[in-house]
């Protein structure tokens, strides 16, 4: 090959290159966008419902096996640091607990966008409702007492099972998720209990609608801390942060306040 | 939050800023924490002697002295009781002796028996009154041989008293309701083992008031009834209406799967509630002041409901058998894991003081919760 073939050669194969770069640029354009939706969509489905919008909750207290209790719920979760916008979820709930121990609930609120670009990204809010089992497995205090130096000191160890769903999340998009976790709480003091928790979990997001969202599991971390039998003794109000171990879903920051309708 | 500030932390690491909301969050509620405990402070009621009509002390499962020597709560219940003994009234709570109650005579076990029966009745002063009643584990650890257990404890009472005024109640394995008034105190005593007893619970020697469930509902129905301004109605049997012990299903791993095994001693169980149930009904509108029980061998003072205003449990009458409670929604006080027992005065004007006292003693005091009990 003469020197002059090998440049034009050479310029053929960089206009090659650049061209097969380009092409692949060009062709990988929208499958990057579709895998960061199909990445980010299931997380949203997740922070979405009440699983990832609302705050984290103590078990709940030990109580008389004689009688059920009805007990009513009121939360406030905020997460930030996500990305472009923040969530602010409201939430009210219904829960019913079972000869002093398990707990049974359902919930419904509305979960709004904050610092959205109406110009950039759908701004509207939407509905949720979730469901939620609570079993209080374990429930003792000598080993903690000593750990922590209170002789009143409670622990209680249990599982959750909790199902949540909003429609609407974004356009055709309706969310549903299914989590599973093992709480545990260990609470301390006398007479106004101060309550440590942490809920560590898994979520899976399911897909409920026709946007052919790829189901994902994430892990989940709760934590935080409450107060019971405030005021007149059925009072609890705790306050909770989470964590979604997947892509930037920031943190989660809340308040629930609880009332137990006691006889 | 002035702009400066603003622009101070929006200079921030997001993890700076998450920070800040944590500490903000955690000293909010360390504040309502504080803000909180100051309204409830335990009260060290000093009561003048001459303004006490009677006095109560409650203590229940005892039945299981240190052999070498006897030691608290009993030597401290013996010392308090011996200040004013004429007023003074002390309830054995029943499983007064550990495992299986009194066997017949001969039994290898029979002098120990009778050691730990004595030890209790000596705690006794001499002008005091004493009832001892019946539990489980003095039904020969409810094995058919309870009955006779039972009636063998009552006699050996009578010959440990040496002058004493100390009974069982209710007497020769009947169910009760017995009563017992001392001034403004109307005290009805149950055997509520005889309700959970899968074995011979009478017999020809029985001849019991009330004999059957229905009987010993009304009859227990017709002793709650106020019968005066002012009185106040205890009830004193062994197995507590409620309890955040290990027989509450609480404490341990196995504690919400008791209610599968099935044990009549627990609350989670089928004939325990009944028993529970019954009780209640007997209750209904005309609630007593307390319902004191043994059973778990913890202190625990609960709100009652509208049945009965307070549950009594002083379980925790022999220091080696002292166990875990936990604190429940309808609990005003729990002890685990400390010997101890009740005090009940009814004070000459219209108020009843209950105090706990528990061993060994958080600092000097062994006093270790006080409350007024309100008389409906």
């Known amino acids: 090959m003469t020197p002059p073939i090998r440049i034009i050669s050479a310029f053929a194969s960089i206009h090659t290159a650049r061209s097969f770069l380009l092409f692949a640029a060009a062709m990988s354009g929208p499958s990057l966008v579709r895998a960061q939706a199909a990445e980010s969509l299931p997380v949203l489905t997740v922070e979405a419902t009440p699983i990832g919008a609302l705050p984290p909750l103590a078990l709940p207290m030990p109580a008389s096996r004689d009688h059920n209790y009805w007990g009513f719920r009121f939360q406030v979760g905020q997460r930030r640091e996500r990305g472009p916008e923040d969530l602010l979820t409201a939430a009210v709930g219904i829960d019913y607990q079972v000869a002093g121990g398990s707990i049974f609930g359902l919930t419904g609120g509305h979960q709004w966008r904050q610092n959205c670009q109406p110009s950039i990204n759908d701004c509207s809010g939407h509905n949720l409702y979730g469901a939620r089992a609570r079993f209080n497995l374990m429930t003792g205090g000598s080993t903690i007492a000593g750990l922590v130096g209170d002789k009143a000191a409670t622990s209680t160890l249990g599982t959750e099972f909790g199902f949540g769903y909003a429609p609407n999340v974004t356009e055709s998009v309706h969310a549903c998720t299914f989590d599973a976790g093992l709480p545990l709480s260990i609470a301390m003091l006398e007479r106004i209990r101060l309550v440590t928790f942490v809920t560590p979990g898994v979520v899976w997001d399911i897909d409920c609608s026709s946007a052919n969202i790829p189901s994902l599991r994430s892990y989940l971390l709760g934590f935080g801390l409450g107060l019971q039998q405030l005021a007149f003794r059925g009072l609890d109000v705790h306050v909770g942060a989470q964590r979604i171990f997947r892509g930037t879903t920031g943190m989660q920051y809340g308040i629930s306040i609880t009332w137990v309708r006691l006889p | ?376």
């Open chain 2, 1 to 376: 939050m002035d702009l400066q500030e603003k622009a101070f932390w929006a200079r921030q690491p997001r993890f700076a800023r998450a920070l800040r909301v944590s500490v903000h969050t955690a000293l909010c509620t360390v504040a309502l924490v504080i803000a909180a405990s100051c309204h409830h402070k335990v009260t060290i009621e000093q009561l003048k002697p001459e303004e006490i009509e009677t006095t109560l002390f409650l203590i229940g499962d005892a039945g299981e002295p240190d052999p070498r020597q006897v030691g608290s709560p009993l030597d401290s219940l013996a010392v308090q009781a011996a200040a004013a003994p004429e007023r003074t009234l002390i309830i054995f709570l029943g499983d007064n002796v550990y495992p299986n109650g009194i066997p017949s005579e001969g039994a290898a076990e029979w002098a120990d028996a009778r050691r730990r029966l004595d030890a209790q009745v000596k705690a006794i002063p001499m002008g005091a009154r004493g009832i001892f009643v019946p539990g489980n584990h003095d039904w020969a650890n409810a094995t058919p041989f309870g009955l006779y257990s039972i009636r063998l404890q009552e006699q050996m009472i009578a010959s440990l008293a040496q002058g004493r005024n100390v009974r069982m109640m209710p007497s020769n394995g009947c169910p009760g309701p017995a009563t017992l008034d001392v001034g403004r105190l109307h005290l009805v005593a149950l055997d509520t083992q005889w309700w959970l007893h899968s074995f011979i619970v009478r017999d020809e020697k029985s001849n019991c008031p009330a004999s059957t469930i229905g009987t010993v509902t009304a009859a227990l129905r017709e002793q709650v009834r106020p019968q005066g301004d002012g009185r106040v109605v205890l009830v004193a049997a062994h197995h507590p209406l409620m309890t955040g012990g290990i027989h509450g299903g609480y404490c341990g791993v196995t504690g919400p799967f008791r209610r599968f095994g099935g044990n009549a001693q627990d609350i989670l169980s089928g004939s325990n509630r009944a028993m529970r149930d019954s009780l209640r009904s007997a209750f209904f509108g005309q609630p007593p002041l307390a319902y004191i029980a043994g059973h778990d061998h913890n202190l625990q003072v609960l709100r009652g409901g509208r049945n009965v205003d307070y549950l009594l449990v002083s379980g925790a009458g022999a220091a080696a058998k002292t166990e875990c409670a936990v604190r429940m929604r309808e609990s005003y006080y729990v002890s685990q894991h400390r010997a101890g027992f009740m005090r009940i005065d009814i004070m000459k004007g219209k108020g009843v003081l209950l105090r706990v006292f528990r061993y060994p003693p958080v600092g000097t005091s062994s006093l270790a919760y006080s409350r007024w009990l309100e008389v409906r």
